[in-house]
């Protein structure tokens, strides 16, 4: 049966130099010769994965953790953060000097010119320091935004600000997304427009941010580098994304 496989990208399907295996890329395309679907399930934002879209030849992605959804290049679900809620955000967190970073399908801004906490999380996903633009939440529909702070001081924002959820990917950062917007309810949206079941479908990852996916997933499995957490979850635990671990866990589920 053709199975719709829902791929991570930092961390599963780039390695820890942000480059792609060759032997990922040898396994999706033979996995889509032997008739499977491929799309991507990221935290990151559109305008960051156009590279591996192309390289990969894949059309169908869920982005921003579930708040943007394409499938033929074709939209099919977006949700925004409301702006009154981005506003009371960014004052609370310039109270306490952290940035805050906006995102939509094209770019991402940030609330001020230069911070030594973008600057480090940015670079481990190899781009540049975002442009500044402090109002771009009033103007422009905003996807996810980040807001820079340590672990010991994320709980204040999940105390004062519960109509949105706050998901740590960094030392120094979280994302913000809509209540409830996870690349789990971004996989059932999907599922709508592939015409796939949710039993067909196999998700791959590694961090926080794919929890819930390797809950609502037919089949879930963990790279070997991914949290802890995530790895209880998933159904099976495959190698190092470094040493070969998608195309391993390709072959172990006789997708290639």
């Not at 590279?51 to 679900?77: A, C, M, P, R």
């Not at 957490?229 to 195309?247: I, Q």
């Amino acid at each position: 049966m053709p199975k719709l496989l829902l791929l991570d990208i930092d961390g599963t399907l780039l390695d820890s130099n942000k480059k792609l295996p060759a032997s990922a890329k040898e396994a999706l395309q033979q996995a889509r010769l032997n008739g499977h679907d491929l799309a991507i399930a990221t935290g990151r934002g559109p305008f960051m994965i156009t590279s591996i879209l192309e390289e990969l030849k894949i059309d169908t992605y869920i982005t921003f953790n579930g708040q943007y959804i394409s499938h033929n290049n074709k939209v099919v679900h977006k949700q925004a953060i409301e702006a009154k809620m981005l506003n009371e955000i960014l004052v609370y967190a310039e109270q306490r000097n952290h940035p805050v970073v906006f995102m939509n399908e094209e770019k991402m801004v940030s609330s001020i010119d230069f911070h030594p906490d973008i600057e480090e999380s940015i670079q481990t996903l190899k781009i540049p320091h975002p442009e500044t633009e402090k109002d771009f939440h009033l103007n422009h529909e905003v996807y996810q935004a980040l807001v820079f702070c340590e672990k010991e001081e994320e709980q204040q924002y999940h105390d004062a600000f519960k109509e949105v959820d706050f998901v740590r990917w960094h030392r120094v950062s979280c994302d913000i997304s809509p209540k409830g917007g996870t690349k789990a309810s971004g996989i059932k949206k999907l599922i709508r427009a592939t015409g796939h079941s949710i039993e067909d479908t196999i998700a791959f990852g590694d961090g926080l941010n794919d929890l819930d996916m390797m809950d609502v997933a037919g089949y879930s499995v963990a790279m070997a580098n991914g949290h802890e957490e995530t790895k209880k979850r998933a159904s099976y635990v495959t190698e190092h994304v470094d040493n070969d671990g998608l195309a391993k866990a390709f072959k172990h589920l006789k997708l290639i």
